[in-house]
């Protein structure tokens, strides 16, 4: 069976994604960064695997940072205006479209749709302004201005790869639905001799469309004037008559439903959803480490928080265990193995402290021979590689109850160290 999934609704799609995490509809999904343990190659991480087993196991879960609606953006491959390029004009018969650079942003982070090229050119004259009629530049290119990415966008959601989408009232208001801003050239024709004997007239189902043809020295139409682009097109044909020539055909490009401007997130084929989230410090009171590391980074719905059994609505979360210890003797290391004097049960610290009495938080993965044994009050715990030593006072379980909720996101990266006066910008992009 034939069929195609448009790009229309893989936009409808991340609407969806980003209208779940509203107030109103509360999807409670979470951040969260993984594995402090290195990699067997820490130059090439590996490639997660899709398998079920791996999306229900907690084990390298270190924290977790709620994400909301404020986080997250439409975006769509960074274009940037450079002079010299040739820009794709937009053409409602070419579906590679989204693939190609028919927008820009200019050096002031207004965009900018490519209505026409000049018949294939470079482009010289970098668009400027918001006006919200169509504008020309020198260069003979035809521009539709369609929104501006405001300061706090360019900070949280513009990558080198990627900019945001947003919404121009004023440009949505002005739009006119379905209007021919351009015409194709398909044939030159020839012996246009007698011009005032030609007519070009638009056949369709809007109105009001007039144009007048361009006639070469060489007697071939090379281009058209567009007196009037009409109003309400949903198919036009292009009609060319008499000057004593013959051959000379053209196409006529509707502009997309609403006219231009009208819905910037389906025009500019926005179905990507960046999301971006801020790791300051060791926010959450101490919840997310800064004396440690992380290589992996993921999302999950719908943790469960483990003092009330139910969902997790914080803001943060620990996602390691506690143990506080005392009658220490000798320095526990970041990262090294805890070993438990009873019941021979291990871990890996994620973090430790110092004086006569601390919190060591650790992780017990289960590719831990022993990983399944708890510690217990009361027993002594040994560095694997510091020999230091300590005694259990009190142990503290997860913050969230292990392997609830649903990981929708995993994503390995190389080594990212922290620190008490470091900030990361996290950006996911996900594509619908």
Sequence with gaps: MAKIVTNSFKVYNAKQFINSLSTVNDRKLYLFIARSEPWPNEFDPPLPNDKPIDFFNWDDIIALKRITSSDVKHVVPRVDWTPGTVFQ??????DTLYNTQFYVKNSQNNV????????GTISTQEP???SLNYFTTSDNYKWKYMYSIDDSDELRFLTREYMPVNRNQDVVNSARNGTLENFKLLNLGSNYSNVANLTVSVIGNGSNAALTPFVS?????????????????TFANVRIQGGNGSGANARAIISPQGGHGKDALTELGAYRVMINTRLDFAEGSGDFPVTNDYRSIGIIEAPLDYSTGEEAVLQTYDGTYKMNVTSISGTFQVDEY???????????IITTGSGSRFDIKYLQYS??????????VGETVVGTVSSATA??????????????GKILYLENRRRISRASDQSENIHIVIEF
């Design 112 to 119: 900018y749709k490519c209505i026409s090229n000049n018949y």
């Design 338 to 348: 805890l070993i438990g004097s009873n019941g021979r049960a291990n871990a890996q």
């Design 89 to 94: 004009e937009y053409d409602d018969a070419l």
């Design 391 to 404: 005694n259990i006072m009190s142990l503290t379980p997860l913050e969230v109850v292990r392997n609830t």
């Design 128 to 130: 400027t302004g918001k």
């Design 217 to 233: 020295s060489s007697n071939t139409i090379v281009g058209f004037t567009i007196g009037n682009p009409g109003i309400n097109y």
């Design 367 to 376: 590719r831990l021979s022993n990983s399944h044994i708890s510690f217990k």
